[in-house]
């Protein structure tokens, strides 16, 4: 049987805190917080950094934008010139408002796909939804798992750990794949 | 959370007690840049160089009072919590525009035959006949002074009840505060408009461009934001607001800088769109007039200085509130404003390429007036507390999430989890 990792119940915002601070320093590594609202501080403890999503933003958009640039080109200057209004057949103003809109096109699904992406979404089942008192991590139940392919990772030292960081209804979580 | 804030983290306490003779060095010594540059003016084109030169500091310092005029006039209308600390300076600033710049004003009046060219033609001119009763000087005086009329109105009474707030802490002053805000928000849209219209535009009075006011607004706004920033940074260094600020603020001062960074970029840009897609030549004039010669090179300068390097640059998140990125981008802003500013007004009298021999006239009136309007605006930051004591959000600003009568005795223990 495949293990996802050890899963503890917390009751308040600074229990968990403070439990995701002891974690952190005994040197685990893959390891996540589930809780009902963003908490204070939380980002510092796990040292989040800032998302990815921003750089393929950015390049979705840059691309988008540089392609109808492109195509403007291909079609108006060298496919099928074509003089339009007195103007020249291919000048960077003329191209810059529909390059715009579809950068602000690519940019947003950029955003949306980046962020579905690096979230490893849609799917189906997560193993943590077999444990009974997950549900309550949108409630008032403060939850931390650790991950079974975390190097320092071991079954009875990890559950020790989350016992005596004031954890309770401590659950081996089986990975159901 | 925990409202105790950690200022160690802060290098030490910035001293500029040894500049303090820098407001008065500026003022005598571009006075006399000034003065000499007059004369020789004079001798040479009967004063059309110190005119031009006058107008353009003059709008200089303009743009950053009336861009912190608009900073404060949207802190009241959205109720902002995170604007607190920086709202007494920039009201300070805002005051600056009545009576100061409006005595900074006087020299263009002196100088308008020599500057705005409608008002030595001939009026067989259409263009000038239509709006006969404004273009004349007459004309253009009152209409001015209806501006700083306003502009008085508007910025004195924000300033009586946001200092009248600091002895009552009455309610009543945020209620007038946002009164002042609600007709003010209109008046300044009109008075911008109608300033930047006559003092700027209509030096090439046969041009149209209805985008005109809020391009000069986006450019207002950007500069005083730049202008804002530098001196958060510094009377955070010296200790005045460390208290009241947090990174918050410089995070969102970061994204006010870099949305007008790109609102201004966006108003230029359409601005000139619009002129080249309808390819008319009444309009046309204006821009291939910049084209010529090293104007050129001064609008290339623009859109790489004054849009591209900024934008970049403050476009990741964490740079909004590093200081070594966002300081220098302010430097720049201010040269890139200048230029933006010269290219607006000066080719009317140098259509041929930017005049680098009125640079030291230009700095002269540039340090005559900043160091005037510098020693003022001193003068006041000195004389008044430096933030509002007791806006009813100054608490938030400071990242205290309790109502003001619970505080300080209920101030969890625990460092709060709540």
Known sequence: MKHFGIIAEFDSPAAILSAAEKVRDAGYQRWDTFTPFPIHGMEKVMKLGNSLVGWVSLAMGAGAFLSVVGLIWYANAFDYPLIVGGKPMFSPPMTFVPAYIMMIMGGAVGALVGMLGLNQLPRLHHPLFANKNFALASRDKFFLAIGATDPKFSENETRKLLEEIGGVNIELVEDAD | ?418
């Open chain 2, 1 to 418: 959370m925990s409202s105790h804030k950690d200022t160690t983290h802060l290098p030490p306490k910035l001293d500029l007690s040894g500049w303090s003779r820098l407001p008065s060095v500026l003022m005598v010594g571009g006075g006399i840049l000034s003065v000499v540059g007059a004369l020789i003016s004079f001798k040479h084109d009967g004063g059309t160089a110190f005119g031009f030169s006058w107008l353009f500091a003059f709008i200089f310092y303009l743009t950053i009072a009336l861009g912190s005029l608009f900073l404060v006039i949207v802190h009241h209308l959205t109720d902002a919590g995170w604007s607190v600390p920086i709202r007494r300076f920039c009201e300070h600033l805002a005051s600056l525009l009545f009576p100061w710049l409006a005595i900074l004003f006087l020299p263009v009046i002196l100088f308008a035959p020599k500057i705005f060219t409608w008002l030595t033609l001939p009026a067989a001119d259409e263009l000038i006949r239509a709006r006969a009763p404004v273009f004349t000087l007459a004309g253009f005086v009152i209409v001015s002074a209806t501006f700083f009329g306003v502009w008085w109105l508007l910025t004195s009474r924000l300033r009586y009840w946001s200092l009248r707030q600091d002895v009552t802490g009455d309610a009543l002053c945020v209620q007038k505060m946002r009164f002042h805000s609600g007709w003010g928000i209109l008046a300044f849209a009109a008075t911008i408009t109608g300033a930047s219209v006559l003092w700027v535009k209509s030096l090439q009075y046969q041009w149209f461009s209805a985008i005109y006011g809020v391009y000069f607004f986006s450019d207002c706004t950007w500069i005083a934001l730049a202008t804002v920033y530098v001196i958060t940074v510094i009377l955070q260094r010296q200790r005045i607001l460390d208290g009241v600020l947090h990174d918050s603020q410089f995070y969102f001062l970061g994204v006010w800088f870099f949305a007008f960074t790109v609102f201004s970029a966006y108003t230029e840009f359409a601005q000139y769109f619009v002129v080249w897609n309808a390819n008319m030549p009444t309009e046309t004039f204006w821009y291939l007039i910049r084209e010529r010669g090293s104007w050129w090179w001064v609008s290339m300068i623009l859109i790489v200085g004054h849009f591209f390097v900024p934008f970049f640059l403050l476009l990741p998140v964490k740079a909004k509130s590093n200081f070594k990125i966002v300081l220098p981008v302010c430097a720049l802003a201010w040269l890139m404003h200048a230029l933006d500013l010269s290219f607006n007004i000066l080719p009317a009298a140098r259509p041929d390429g930017y005049p680098l021999k009125w640079i030291p006239l230009q700095l002269g009136c540039l340090a005559f007036m900043g160091g005037f309007l510098s020693w003022v605006f001193l003068k006041k930051f000195a004389s008044h507390p430096p933030y509002p004591q007791r806006d009813p959000r100054v608490l938030e600003a400071m990242g205290i999430g309790l109502e003001p009568e619970e505080y300080p005795d209920t101030l969890p223990a625990n460092g709060g989890d709540r």
